[in-house]
């Protein structure tokens, strides 16, 4: 057995990824939910991260598959586990990556979820509803204002919801048409902001200095009384699965990164490049952004069938 233990291993891998790539605290966490596993497994079978061979690592596979873990959960468990290993290789702890032999569960390549144009206008016009209306009491209006200042921001900006709920009061200050983001491994991107959404944007703050003048000194565009200061993922998430009700749409189908993929469908159905959107979403590798491409596909087929000459359509 090592004498250095096991959750120090894991503790010094989160740390080399934390300063090297600039991991945000979601992504570490993440990573440890899945070497903590990973580490109990190799506890509970008498081995330490050392002295694992490749025969180990398939059982952890086989275990995780006896566990009921789909393929996709399994492959992104073997991914954590890869990169710890290579980890232990490259700072010379080990003389040899046990994973590089290892292949991973089979995965169906899976599409986004995507919500058309229309419903994406349900959504919007549904959160608007009630902002207005004098016999709803000023805390109600509040909220609807925030609902609908968050979707028409994400729906203009394709944000990830961290980046989205910890927005900066700034943001909605000027006419600039294009905001700074600073995203995953703290790079930084320009993303443009709709008029529709500068005005949710005005709308919401009005009420909110009426309504919760205490908030007006906050740093963030959505404060709430969380340990962040600023509104939660989980409560804009809840908030939406209700409007997505009331807009009569399937509450299992929507969701903050759906809105995030119908940004990104949406601009390629209507022409736009693939490189320009991967720039937009924050995408380091083009790869990533490549899920879309079945939209590319569609579109590239109907411009063949509407403007080839010898077309039967």
């Not at 969380?226 to 209700?242: P, V």
Request: glycine share 8%; proline share 5%; charged share 25%.
């Amino acid at each position: 057995m090592s004498d250095v233990p096991a959750g120090r291993l894991v503790s010094l891998f989160l740390e080399m990824i934390a300063a090297e790539r600039g991991a945000a605290a979601n992504t570490l966490d993440a990573y440890r939910r899945d070497l903590d596993d990973y580490c109990e497994f190799l506890a509970a079978s008498g081995v330490d991260p050392l002295g694992v061979d490749a025969n180990i690592v398939r059982s952890y596979l086989g275990d995780l598959d006896r566990r009921g873990f789909k393929p996709s959960s399994g492959a992104r468990r073997l991914s954590s586990v890869r990169q710890f290993h290579r980890f232990l290789y490259t700072e010379g702890r080990r003389s040899e990556d046990p994973t590089t032999v290892i292949e991973g569960p089979r995965r169906g390549r899976q599409l986004p979820k995507v919500l058309g144009m229309d419903q994406v206008d349900r959504l919007l016009s549904v959160a608007k509803e009630g902002i207005s209306d004098p016999d709803r009491a000023a805390p109600e209006r509040l909220r609807a204002a925030r609902l609908s200042c968050l979707l028409e921001s994400l729906y203009a900006t394709g944000l990830r919801v961290s980046e989205l709920v910890a927005l900066p009061r700034s943001a909605a200050r000027g006419r600039d048409p294009l905001l700074t983001i600073r995203g995953k491994g703290g790079r930084d991107r320009l993303v443009p902001l709709s008029e529709p959404a500068r005005e949710a944007m005005a709308v919401y703050l009005d009420l909110l200095i009426q309504v919760r003048p205490a908030h007006g000194k906050s740093p963030w565009l959505f404060p709430a009384d969380s340990e962040s200061g600023h509104l939660t993922r989980q409560s804009f998430a809840r908030d939406l699965k209700g409007v997505a009700a009331a807009a009569g749409l399937r509450t299992d189908l929507v969701s903050p990164h759906v809105l995030r993929h119908a940004f990104a469908s949406h601009l390629l159905q209507n022409g736009a490049d693939l490189r320009v959107v991967q720039e937009l979403l924050g995408h380091v590798d083009v790869s990533t952004t490549q899920i879309y491409t079945h939209v590319l596909d569609e579109r590239t087929k109907a411009m063949v069938r509407d403007l080839h000459p010898l077309s039967d359509g």
